[in-house]
């Protein structure tokens, strides 16, 4: 029987995960504002264009607006705020 | 993933959308945050190269991972009542005691390798013995917080001491008399693991007296396999991050395409005494004296040469035209060829400078490059130069596509040949992670001494 021996851990130290509860949903999206937020990634604005189309198509009660961050992977405290302001939802892409 | 987390807190139902080859990344992020029951929805892979009416055909269609239509999960994702999970979304805490279950040397060994704790080559195991006599390599406590690594800038961020570093030195095979180096490439907070779909990897360049206190080799194979101290450092920094940072698992915390080569190890030292220039650091600011390490963000391509033969001028054009323009070139020279630019009456910088002014590319081609439209497009857009002028020149018009800064030279080599290299690297200077105190891009190695 090969003895034991005893090794260090090489995993650094994870954050503490504190959690978040989600945010109140509407009972459904007739009439409200929904934010369609381009991500930057290559050809996500063409994405959302074309979720645009389809909600102006098969929602149009649904008020879209796409927004765009300032710099890709960049938080922006300002687009989040207009979001904030004066949307109901939002609908984020394309994570690749 | 951060902004849908945001949302979210700040009371904004919002539907993350990811292509499928990210679902594990998204629901890691997600759990990670806060928010297990973040209602991710997923398209098919890829987005990018696909046409309005394709993607409309994602939208149309089925999420591939949440096997119904993609817009039946975005509408009741953004209105279906919340369950318990969701009002309390997840608190946690990840224990890491300091030893791991004792066990045999086989089964530790099987045990590193299936956590991909290791970068599949053999490895020592770090026992405490082998530890405590790496830790000697410094007189910084061992439980001295170095910094914070992350595999990308979307996930979580995880902290490491002096000790995590000597670990993975024990495993990388490095020898005590390096490990300042290998603590200052840990403390720049550059991960060697990141994340990225591209494949990126990390090169270091080490300047100052260090490199001969500890036989480092700047000479004859200088970025090849044949010197002990090169070949562990460069391993040491890649092990260190993969660990540190929470892991560079494939599909979770890894998702490079195609990988690097440069991933196992990629730590070099500069010839300073044969080159005709001041070193690397010198020109960032530094002493002679001073023993620095610098981190190059790249990996991505390698054009090769020789020379300066009389076509220089066109040999060089087309290898900088031919990189990868996102990823600027770190210009490795053997001393043989900066000696001959150095007679041909060019400095370091005015060889830089023609270089980023002869560099040049149609506009059109510049911008259709899946990286310079999502990264620099917006800064363009925001009319941020050089990239606002750029995006401004009509399609046809030849536009540098590098500026003077993004180009650096770094002279190595045994002067058997004159060659050079022109590898992907983006000099970094400190990472998000660093604790590095100053505002230097650089980090000294007499810090971890």
Not at chain 1, 50 to 71: D, Q
């Amino acid at each position: 029987m090969a003895d034991k021996i005893r090794v260090l851990d090489p995993r650094g130290f994870p954050p503490k995960v504190v959690g978040k509860r989600l945010a109140n949903r509407p009972m459904s999206l007739d009439g409200k504002v929904v934010y369609l937020i381009d991500a930057l990634f290559d050809n996500a604005d063409v994405f959302m264009e074309e979720l645009r189309k389809w909600f102006a198509e098969n929602m149009p009660s649904v008020e879209t607006r796409i927004i765009k961050p300032r710099e890709s992977w960049q938080d922006d405290p300002e687009m989040r705020a207009r979001v904030v302001a004066d949307g109901d939802a939002a609908i984020m892409g394309v994570g690749l | 993933m951060g902004f849908a987390l945001a949302l979210e807190e700040q009371g904004i139902p919002t539907i993350p959308v990811s292509t499928h080859a990210f679902a594990r990344l998204a629901k890691a992020t997600a759990r990670t945050g806060g928010m297990p029951t973040l209602r991710n929805c997923y398209v098919p892979q890829p987005v990018v190269g696909r046409t309005a009416s394709e993607l409309r055909a994602y939208i149309e269609g089925m999420d591939p991972i949440e096997k119904r239509p993609f817009m039946q999960g975005v509408i009741e994702g953004l209105t279906q009542p919340l369950t318990d999970e969701d009002l309390k979304g997840a608190t946690f805490e990840r224990e890491r005691p300091r030893f791991l279950e004792p066990d045999t040397e086989e089964n530790l060994h099987q045990l590193f390798l299936e956590n991909h704790w290791t970068d599949k080559l053999p490895i020592y195991l770090p026992t405490e013995q082998r530890v405590e006599a790496m830790l000697k390599g410094t007189s910084q406590a061992a439980d001295k917080m170095v910094g914070q690594m992350r595999p990308t800038a979307f996930r979580e961020a995880w902290a490491f001491d002096v000790e995590k570093v000597a670990v993975n030195a024990v495993m990388a095979g490095a020898r005590p008399e390096y490990l300042p180096v290998i603590l200052a490439l840990a403390a720049s907070g550059v991960s060697a693991r990141s994340s990225s779909t591209t494949s990126w990897a990390a090169l270091s360049i080490v300047n100052g007296p260090i490199r001969d206190e500890i036989g480092m080799n700047s000479g004859i194979g200088a970025m090849g396999p044949y010197n002990h101290a090169n070949a562990t450092i460069g391993r040491a920094y890649c092990l260190t991050s993969q660990n540190v940072q929470g892991g560079s698992v494939p599909g979770d915390t890894y998702m490079g395409s195609v990988g690097s080569i440069w991933n196992y190890t990629a730590c070099f030292a500069e010839n300073e005494e044969a080159s005709p220039w001041a070193p690397f650091h010198v020109d960032n600011g530094y002493k002679p004296t001073d023993s620095t390490v610098s981190v190059f963000f790249g990996g991505w391509y390698t054009q090769s040469g020789f020379g300066p033969r009389e076509s220089w001028k066109e040999k060089f054009i087309r290898c900088l035209t031919a990189t990868d323009h996102y990823s600027p070139p770190l210009i490795v020279m053997d001393p043989i060829v900066a000696r001959a630019f150095d007679d041909l009456g060019f400095s370091k910088q005015s060889l830089i400078e023609w270089c980023a002014e002869n560099a040049k590319m149609p506009a059109k081609l510049y911008w259709d490059d899946q990286w310079v439209t999502t990264l620099l497009k917006p800064k363009a857009v925001a009319g941020i130069e050089p990239f606002a002028g750029r995006w401004k020149a009509a399609p046809d018009e030849m536009i540098s596509i590098f500026s003077p800064g993004d180009i650096n030279i770094v002279v190595m080599g045994g002067e058997t040949q004159g060659a050079f290299k022109m590898i992907s690297g983006r000099f970094r200077g400190l990472g998000v992670g660093t604790m590095t105190k100053g505002k230097e891009p650089i980090v000294l190695v007499d810090d971890w001494r």
